[in-house]
Antibody
Framework: EVQLLESGGGLVQPGGSLGLSCAAS????????MTWVRQAPGKGLEWVST????????YYADSVKGRFTISRDTSKNTLFLQMNSLRAEDTAVYYC????????????????WGQGALVTVSS | DIQMTQSPSTLSASVGDRVTITCRAS??????LAWYQQKPGKAPKLLIY???SLESGVPSRFSGSGSGTEFTLTISSLQPDDFATYYC????????FGQGTKVEIK
């Protein structure tokens, strides 16, 4: 059974930094791309960042580009999101999700999700 | 960027009703569309991928259709467990979610 467990959320002041982790189990972590999606309180889902299975390719939403960094440690089956220069509008529940590829098409969608970690940016 | 417009934003329905939710893309995305169900305080759950493919374990009352720019999610007979918020996701070029449709009890 796929399990994804986020940690590291909390309260941080505007301009501060915070790192999230997502511990993965139940599947061969090194062979799957992974992603972060966030949801502001009472709002919809927003894609944040994606990393390829090898870690060699990373992608970011314009809203976080230059401030957030996605990475992964295959030896620890863990996905990370380093968030710098945080703003009030970054307040959200952050979900990690496993990516499934539509074979041979170069198209990828999100199949399994963690339960989320709340990040609150406030003074 | 591809924009996704989902409608309606809220839908009031009764158990047993047939429910349809629409998602429109700002440009053609072929069939690269997924649907998710989310309940309060929970993570989204994948229902449909590639416009009409039912995820394993999802009840057959859920179905998806469409291609190009217009897509629908249909629940053939609404059940008590189906009251939730539904999101579409385009994955043709990067990823964009629709704004969500809350299905509430009438």
């Amino acid at each position: 059974e796929v399990q994804l467990l986020e940690s590291g959320g909390g309260l941080v002041q505007p301009g501060g930094s915070l790192g999230l982790s997502c511990a993965a189990s139940g599947f061969p972590f090194s062979t799957y791309a992974m992603t972060w999606v966030r949801q502001a309180p009472g709002k919809g889902l927003e894609w944040v960042s994606t990393i390829s299975s090898s870690g060699g390719n990373t992608y970011y939403a314009d809203s976080v580009k230059g401030r957030f960094t996605i990475s992964r440690d295959t030896s620890k089956n863990t996905l990370f999101l380093q968030m710098n220069s945080l703003r009030a509008e970054d307040t959200a529940v952050y979900y990690c999700a496993k990516i499934l590829a539509a074979a041979g098409t170069g198209r990828y969608y999100f199949d399994s999700w963690g339960q989320g970690a709340l990040v609150t940016v406030s003074s | 960027d591809i924009q996704m417009t989902q409608s309606p934003s809220t839908l009031s329905a009764s158990v047993g009703d047939r429910v349809t939710i629409t998602c429109r893309a700002s440009q053609s995305i072929s069939s690269w569309l997924a649907w998710y169900q989310q309940k309060p305080g929970k993570a989204p759950k994948l229902l449909i991928y590639k416009s009409s493919s039912l995820e394993s374990g999802v009840p057959s009352r859920f179905s998806g259709s469409g291609s190009g720019t217009e897509f629908t999610l249909t629940i053939s007979s609404l059940q008590p467990d189906d009251f939730a918020t539904y999101y579409c996701l385009q994955y043709d070029r990067y990823w964009t979610f629709g704004q969500g449709t809350k299905v509430e009890i009438k």
